[in-house]
């Protein structure tokens, strides 16, 4: 980008010209209602809304006129972030710390990918191909029917996600995931039989703590059953080839990552085997396509019209002008409750920074909360907040119009709780509509008067609907990889690295230290006053 100032040049974020006239655009807002805007433009829906890879989002809820999304661009433009997004997808060392690249959509290119990138998904490809058929056979000759995928975080949350969404009743071999060391395996591994089982140990680093736990239980499960026959049973995805071998993995079966691909962006890498073991390798490269498709619109689409940039532009807006602290996202289709959680860590782990990639303390806040679930139950737990409690809260409405594989009609109950819940959010109802409304039911004047501050809505509270054709690999794909780009083009407006995650490593650090003293005699000590406290207490109370 040309015109866009240098980085070094260019005047931190908040104090930038086009950020001054946000703020001074924002003063603005203090009176306006989302209700008169849509009374005011009959073509407001239309106006703010755009279609791409097969889904139509509608962004006209949020706080926003035709000046705010200039003013929102002009601020990317200035910021270089199309510059920033070309070198994302260049494979450019964009993971500034870590100095490496950050190239998750290489592993979408199919015949443009490197050519590593294709040998190994042509391995994943023979090995789950093999699996379905039963070819696969274990140390006493029977076919595999159970596949345990065991790791955590971005090893887990992605293939989780996909089979639910995909492939949930898959059973050609049965698909299982673990991520929590205990019962969960515990329970797991009661129901399984060793000799017609394959463990696949996810771990890009081959040395999470729980991961690692629960491969030494699932190895002392496989050993006391097929005694040191085991090898077979087990495979790796790993960037740590070392670590697995030393564990004693077949080299055959250790399906590569690569460090330039981070965690939460791997589903794409052979961290998506046990999903395409799942719904088989066609299914996958369809979620493949389905990205790349995504990839192509971030990569090609002008500003105005790239919709990961366009909602990254729309979470700046709400965080940064309107002091969101969270952001909620409510899917109505069958298959997409665990897109949350998926989400939590994309968002969570890439924006939850304090300083700019110059390690410089930012002067504005950074990644909102993000939470959810499946929107038609939390119609009956939390939308009591999101309509009535003092803070507006983002929502991201997700759905599709027909569900799949073939629509029963239960999809128009889902779709009009969806478009309902978003609407009311925008317009509210206010104390005098409740009120004519309580006196048209036949409360008295007082009556109504009296119940008509409780039942008021302020509505005024920014959504947007992402509507899905149907829940398919190749939507999902497509729907997956915009909420990537949105991540990495708020990232870049905001001038942090979302591929590191330094974060969570102290934390992990201190509980390995902390694990031994459970069952040390001695007092705990070592550490703050409330740690070593609660230690010894636990102590005081183990059987
Ligand atoms: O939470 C930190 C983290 O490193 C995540 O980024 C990652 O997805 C997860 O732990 C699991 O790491 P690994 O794949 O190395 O086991």
């Keep these: 980008m040309s015109d866009a100032p240098d980085r070094k040049t260019r005047p931190a974020l908040t104090r930038s010209p086009s950020w001054r006239a946000l703020a001074a655009h924002r003063r603005t807002w203090n009176d306006r209602h989302l209700r008169d805007l849509f009374d005011a433009e009959p073509r407001r829906a239309e106006i703010f809304s755009l279609e791409t890879c097969g889904l139509l989002a509608d962004y006209s809820k949020n706080r926003i006129t035709g000046d705010t999304m200039t003013l929102l661009l002009t601020l990317a433009q200035e910021r270089g972030v199309p510059a920033r997004i070309a070198a994302l997808l260049e494979g450019k060392r964009v993971n500034a710390t870590e100095k490496r690249a950050a190239w998750h959509t290489a592993l979408r290119a199919g015949n443009r990918a490197p050519k590593d990138v294709q040998r190994n998904l042509s391995k994943m490809r023979a090995y789950a191909l093999a699996l379905r058929a039963g070819e696969i056979r274990g140390a006493t000759g029977m076919p595999v ?18 089979t639910a969404a995909i492939a949930p009743d898959a059973d050609q071999p049965r698909v299982h995931f673990i991520s929590t060391p205990g019962a969960p395996m515990t329970r797991l591994l ?80 052979a961290v998506g085997l046990p999903a395409m073991i799942a719904m088989g390798p066609q ?20 500003p105005a019209a790239n919709l990961p940039l366009i909602l ?63 929107g038609i139950e939390a119609q009956h737990a939390c939308f009591q907040q999101l309509h009535q409690g003092t803070r507006a809260v983002p929502v991201d409405f997700i759905t599709c119009c027909c569900n799949t594989p073939s629509d029963d009609g239960t999809q128009a109950i889902l779709l009009a709780n969806c478009f309902a819940q978003s609407a009311m959010l925008m317009r509210g109802v206010s104390a005098a509509e409740t009120e004519q409304a309580l006196l048209a039911g036949g409360a008295s004047a007082r009556e109504a008067a009296r119940l008509a501050p409780h039942q008021a809505l302020p509505g005024n509270r920014p959504s947007n609907t992402l509507l899905l054709q149907s829940l398919t690999p190749h939507s999902l794909g497509a729907l997956l990889a915009l909420y990537e780009h949105r991540t990495c083009a708020l990232a870049a407006l905001w001038d942090i690295n979302a591929f590191d995650q330094y974060g969570v490593e102290h934390g992990k650090k201190l509980a390995g230290s902390l694990v031994p003293e459970f069952s040390s005699a001695a007092t705990a000590t070592a550490h703050d006053a409330s740690t070593n406290r609660l230690v010894n207490y636990v102590k005081t109370k183990k059987p």
Excluded: C
Excluded at 145 to 162: F, N, Q, T
Excluded at 283 to 302: N, P, R, T, V, Y
């Design 145 to 162: 029917r159970d596949v345990v995928s065991i790791g955590i975080g971005g090893s887990a949350l992605g293939p989780v996600l996909v």
């Design 312 to 374: 990254a532009l729309l979470d700046l807006w709400n965080i940064n002008f309107f002091d969101a602290a969270a952001n909620a996202v409510m899917t109505y289709a069958a298959g997409l409750d665990l897109l949350p959680a998926w989400l939590q860590q994309l968002e969570m782990e890439s924006l939850g920074k304090n300083v700019t990639l110059r390690g410089k303390p930012l002067r504005h806040e950074s990644g909102a909360v993000l939470w959810g679930g499946a």
């Design 190 to 269: 009661k129901k399984l039989d060793p000799a017609t089982t394959l463990i696949i140990l996810q771990s890009k680093s081959f040395g999470t703590q729980e991961t690692m736990l629960n491969a030494a239980v699932a190895k002392r499960w496989a050993e006391a059953t097929l005694g040191e026959n085991t090898n077979v049973h087990f495979a790796a995805v790993t960037a740590n080839i070392a670590a697995a071998e030393k564990f004693g993995i077949d080299p055959e079966r250790i399906f590569p990552m690569w460090d330039w691909v981070g965690g939460r962006y791997s589903l794409w890498s």
């Design 283 to 302: 299914a996958f490269d369809e979620l493949l396509a389905g990205a790349a498709a995504m990839d192509a619109h971030f990569s090609s689409a002008a």
